[in-house]
């Protein structure tokens, strides 16, 4: 791949997290790329292939780590399963900020022409996802580890706890990573079969 195409994608990787699809312009990356808009056509067909392109190796590169953690993990504990999948999420965003951001502009101001394929992709991830975990929950249940209950509304709270976790991180009000043990053992206990 061209240092070019790799540049681009780089700037606009960065507008697109801190701007949005609507408010960054193919005027701009070419700009701060140092080439001429047309360039810009050689290597990507618009400025949706260009978005696209970007949110797909995105959304590989986390299922690569995902996968990588899986794979890592698969011989743990129930609990260190859990607690090692919520770590390695947190880690993966807080790596490189413009990943948050970007995927935030993604799930919260998706562009009106890409909608229905963004909405589908994260649709089916999400299922996908959210069965995987349910099926962990279950056997967690059924091994006597955490209490009963209902699997779906586990994994449910597990990706809120999750989630929250992260944005607390992001918004740098004290909350350090070094509280998420902490904050793992209150929301673990809450869970555990007591």
């Known amino acids: 791949m061209s240092q070019t195409k790799e540049k681009i994608k780089n700037v606009a ?3 697109f997290a801190q701007y949005g699809y609507s408010n960054t312009t193919m005027n ?4 701060l790329v140092g080439i001429k808009k047309a360039s810009l056509y050689a290597h990507f067909k618009s400025k949706d292939d260009l978005f696209l392109t970007i949110y797909q190796e995105l959304v590989a590169e986390f299922d690569a780590r995902m996968e990588q953690t899986a794979e890592e993990i698969k011989d743990l504990s129930f609990e260190q399963k ?3 999948g919520y770590e390695k999420y947190i880690e993966y965003f807080l790596e490189d ?3 948050v951001d970007f995927f935030y502009q993604v799930l919260y101001f998706k562009p009106t022409n890409l909608y229905d394929k963004i909405e589908s992709h994260i649709h089916n991830y999400q299922q996908q996802y959210q069965g995987n975990l349910e099926q962990l929950f279950e056997e967690g249940m059924t091994q ?3 209490r009963q209950g ?3 509304e586990m994994a449910i709270s ?3 706890f999750r989630e929250g976790v992260l944005l607390f991180l992001i918004l740098d009000i004290g909350f350090t990573k070094d509280k998420m043990k902490q904050v793992w053992d209150n929301y673990w206990n809450g869970i555990k079969k007591t």
Do not use: T
């Not at 701009?28 to 700009?31: K, L």
């Open 13 to 15: 990787f960065g507008l």
């Open 28 to 31: 701009e990356i070419a700009e």
């Open 82 to 84: 859990l607690y090692i």
């Open 97 to 99: 900020r413009k990943r």
């Open 144 to 146: 006597g580890i955490i």
């Open 150 to 152: 209902n699997a779906f």
């Open 158 to 160: 597990y990706r809120c």
